[in-house]
Every structure is written in C-alpha cells, then in structure tokens.
C-alpha cells in the first residue's frame, strides 16, 4: 500500500484493493481513453490507427472494419493511450499484450479515405469499405449508430492519417 494512511497533507493514496484516490485529479502523458481487446488473429497484425468492428464470430473480438456505415465500428487503435482499461487482473499481464488498446473515447490518429469525397474538419466519419480506414459520412439515414468520431483534421483526396475525436455515435 502506498500512502494507505489518511492525513490532511495527503494528496493521494492507494487502497489494499488497489483502488486509487487522488485529491488533484490525474494527468496521464497520452491523448485518450481506451480498452484492452482481443482481436480476431493476432494483434501484431493490426497498427495504430486501424479502424476497428465488433467481429459478428466471435464475442468481446474486434476485427478491422470493412463495410461501409458498420454498426458494430467499434473504435481505432490508440497509439499511446492516456489510460486503459481492462477487465483483466494486475496479475495476468499476458492476458493484455494479447489484445489491443481500443481508442473510445479521445483524440487518435485514424486511418483515412476519400472514397465517399474529400473530409473537412467537423465532418462525421463512419467506416469504408476499405479494411480499417473510415471515410465521410454522408447518408444520415445510414449513420445512425455507424459514427467513430469528428474529423479534426481535413484529407482533400486519397488515404492518410488524420486526428480524429472519438465520438461513438
């Protein structure tokens, strides 16, 4: 336990159960929040930015999304989360660097393309059907429950990578 012992000077302590109270807040070196998931293959198969879809095969899997205005668009692939969740104990590290951290919420770099038109900042994206790249929303009928995020950056034409806000929609 490390400051397990409450006094008006402490700032923050760290409990038996490993919970943790900090009385400024935390600040993390990283741009998001994400979770640990497993992927369908193996994770070395897939790299930062890669946007992902629930695999309709295999429960709690990911798989790179695919189709265009996918419901199960899940997240894009953080590069140095500021946090991430697990629902694995602090006991089974190898139970983490089997899966990848799953950018949900934040500002991550994602896999682009201009196959449904150029994407300006503050435009909604939705996944293409180009494996792991999102792509312009422009069916309002199709994007409901298909949105990633907000462009934060704009891609005049081609692929690349853009910032984007992690917005699940």
Request: glycine share 14%; hydrophobic share 40%.
């Amino acid at each position: 336990q490390i400051g397990s012992q409450w006094t008006p000077t402490t700032v923050f302590r760290i409990d038996g159960a490993g919970k943790g109270y900090f009385n400024g807040g935390i600040q993390v070196n990283g741009a998001d929040f994400a979770e640990s998931v497993a992927v369908n293959g193996r994770p070395d198969e897939y790299s930062p930015g890669d946007l992902m879809a629930i695999d309709p095969r295999s429960p709690r899997q990911l798989m790179l999304a695919g189709e265009p205005y996918s419901s199960p668009v899940a997240g894009i692939l953080s590069t140095k989360p500021g946090l991430l969740g697990t629902s694995h104990p602090a006991s089974e590290p190898a139970q983490i660097a089997n899966e990848i951290p799953l950018a949900v919420v934040g500002i991550v770099p994602c896999k682009a393309t201009t196959a449904n038109g150029p994407i300006h900042i503050g435009d909604l994206l939705v996944s293409s059907a180009e494996p792991g790249r999102a792509m312009k929303g422009t069916d309002r009928t199709r994007m409901l429950g298909a949105v990633v995020g907000k462009a934060m950056e704009s891609l005049p034409e081609g692929t690349g990578l853009i910032q984007v806000l992690v917005t699940l929609q």
